[in-house]
């Protein structure tokens, strides 16, 4: 990989972060009214108590000053305080993020592994009833609401049969290896809605990138030099069709937060979806603008990554 | 002497009405290919239900059935004849419910599948057209920012500080849906433009914004038309899950509105399957419906994706 290219894609991620933060300063700031007239909504303030408020937030000084101590304070992690609680944003944050790439990780992985299988049988033999079936089922999956998907599963596996807990992250008094299959316990439902509401995707496009090689010369060579159907699939078609399926990959694990909100608001898991989702009910904007910021960051992150790991895997990508 | 009458049959023919002969003749071809294709049928059938549901519902639902104060039933009923998906806690009959929420939810999908396209068509229209210059490098960047951005996040974010009314929730799912139809108008529009025609009416001295809206745009357009279609789906999904989470417009009830006040109640734990399920089914319906009719169009609209 050149160094010019890497260079490239370094510096795009930093512009599209610091896009990024333009845009978060602005929509809560400028947008419908400052930090100030917004707690002023929710609460009854005095005159002096929103002068007074106004010059903790720095209101009273130009907006490019504003900006410029707002870029300062996020680059040192600073991003003020709860409106409810009155405790730093940032401590809340780094206590709900393990809960999330739990919940998170395991949902991805079953999604991807699970779509990639469906995917290669799906696609090897296409018009078959595996392939008609599966593609029908994502494209089912694919209309469901997510959320609904995990009220379904919290009546049929939680209320009727009682298998799982109905939400929360570990029962309180569970300790040692009891503790882990507790939390294991907890995690089953939330994990499951997570990889049936991504799987289809990953089911489909491995799919369509297996029927793109599949008529391939050098699938015929293979074939014609002998090899075992299982052989050629394996060794031949699937490692050029994966590429599409990785970067799918990389990208959803940089959506880690985005696609845990619904489903932490509906299992109560703590992780930062559930802190969002309790954020919104409150208008507690300093915790929406650092959720905000951090779902950004891991797509840009995760983007980087893609991009860069790409080109070891395919060093054609380079040259365009 | 053949040619010379062929000759004069053209000139009796004006461009105009030869420019319609054809678009019918391909209408005809292309209504006679969407029919045979099954999944289209079942799709259109189920819109065209839905769409019938939402434009009688205010005649079949009175206002007043709607009002928790002047509800009738007894609160949190089974099915029961007079109230075949039973009711919820205030009373109200889950089946007038959902198809108030038809009207509500197709509309949001609908006008804010509008907006978003609007925007990506114009975005990636220009940008595609200015291909290589500053303004596409601008257009472009933008463009990605938004395809990169978790667009729930930033929706959750505008439509806390927005407010819950029903035309800002349609505003901000339009906002964040747009990039989509941008990537694909600029591709399309890219290649569109290195076409000789364009190079002609150029020549011929045609302004920028005749080669833009006479020349690419009736080119670019069956690739906006089939991207539409598709795209009320992920508006209608993207209205339930910001409903789900307490976002939904408070002055409208939507399918997702129904979900969410369900889960809130308890429905879960209680067992009122018959309030819970039923907007769940319509959504996957409606939203499978514009899948298929979008995935028909799509091949239909551009013969590439064809395969043997």
């Known amino acids: 990989m050149s160094l010019r290219y890497l260079g490239k894609k370094v510096l795009w991620a930093f512009l599209t972060l610091f896009f990024v933060l333009s845009v978060n300063f602005f929509l809560f700031r400028v947008m419908p009214g400052d930090p100030v007239a917004l707690l002023a909504r929710s609460q ?24 410029l101590t707002y870029l300062g304070q996020t680059a040192r992690f600073e991003f003020g305080s709860d409106l409810i609680s009155g405790q730093p944003v940032w401590g809340q944050i780094t206590a709900r993020i393990w809960p999330t790439v739990l919940l998170v990780g395991v949902g991805t992985t079953l999604a ?28 089912v999956l694919y209309a469901t609401p997510e959320g609904w998907l995990g009220m379904l599963l919290l009546i049929v596996f939680a209320g009727s049969l009682g298998w799982f807990p109905s939400g929360g992250y570990a029962s ?6 009891e503790r882990v299959t507790d939390i294991a316990n907890h995690l089953v439902l939330p994990a499951l809605t997570l990889a049936l509401a991504y799987i289809g995707q990953f089911l489909l496009v491995m799919r369509s990138s297996l029927l793109d090689v599949k008529d391939e010369e050098y699938v015929d060579v293979a074939r014609a030099k002998g090899l075992a159907d299982l052989q050629v699939r394996r060794k031949h078609a699937v490692p050029n069709a994966i590429l599409p399926t990785y970067t799918l990959t990389v990208l959803s694990f940089g959506f880690v937060l985005g696609g845990a909100i619904v489903v932490e608001a509906i299992f109560s898991w703590p992780g930062l979806g559930l802190l969002t989702y309790e954020a919104i009910e409150q208008q507690n904007y300093p915790v929406l603008q650092a959720v905000f910021l951090i779902a950004s960051f891991s797509v840009i992150v995760a983007n980087l990554i893609a991009d860069i790991t790409y080109t070891y895997l395919d060093p054609r990508i380079e040259e365009v | 002497m053949a040619t010379a009458s062929s000759a004069a049959d053209v000139v009796t023919v004006s461009p105009r009405r030869l420019a319609w002969q054809r678009r019918r003749r391909s209408l005809a071809t292309n209504w006679h290919i969407f029919r045979h294709n099954k999944q289209a049928t079942v799709g259109l059938m189920i819109l065209l239900l839905a769409g019938l549901v939402a434009v009688i519902s205010p005649f079949v639902v009175p206002e007043s059935d709607l009002d928790p104060a002047t509800a009738t039933g007894t609160p949190n009923s089974p099915p029961s004849p007079g109230y075949p998906l039973g009711t919820d806690n205030f009373g109200r009959s889950v089946l007038d419910l959902l198809i108030a929420g038809t009207r509500v939810s197709l509309l949001v999908g609908i006008t804010a599948t509008i907006g978003a396209v609007f925007i990506g068509a114009v975005i990636g229209l220009v940008s595609g057209f200015y291909g290589g210059t500053k303004i596409d490098l601008v257009l472009n960047a933008l463009t990605d920012w938004f395809l990169v951005i978790p667009w729930l996040v930033l929706a959750i974010a505008m439509a806390s500080i927005l407010g819950p009314t029903l035309w800002n929730i349609i505003a901000v799912i339009a906002v964040t849906s747009w990039a989509t139809t941008a990537r694909l108008v600029r591709a399309q529009t890219l290649s569109v433009r290195s076409l000789s025609y364009i190079e002609r009416a150029r020549v011929l001295g045609a302004s920028d914004w005749t080669l833009m809206t006479r020349h690419i745009l009736p080119n670019v357009w069956p690739v906006i038309f089939a991207n539409t279609v598709l795209t009320v789906s992920i508006a209608i999904l993207s209205e339930t899950t910001l409903a789900i989470l307490g976002l939904g417009s408070a ?52 013969p590439k994706l064809r395969r043997g």
């Open chain 1, 44 to 67: 009854r303030l005095t005159p002096e108590a929103i002068e007074q408020q106004r010059a903790l937030f720095g209101l009273d000084q130009p907006l490019f000053q504003q900006y």
């Open chain 1, 112 to 139: 991807v592994v699970l779509g990639v299988l469906g995917g290669i049988k799906a696609g090897w033999k296409r018009g078959s009833r595996f392939d008609r079936n599966s593609t029908y089922g994502s494209l």
């Open chain 1, 172 to 177: 309180p008094n569970a300790e040692g290896f």
């Open chain 2, 251 to 302: 002055d409208a009830i939507s399918w997702g509105r129904i979900i969410e006040e369900a889960f809130n109640a308890g429905a879960m734990t209680n067992g009122y399957w018959w309030w819970m399920i039923p907007p769940g089914i319509a959504i996957v319906l409606v939203c499978l419906a514009f899948s298929m009719c979008g995935h028909a169009l799509d091949e239909i609209l551009n």
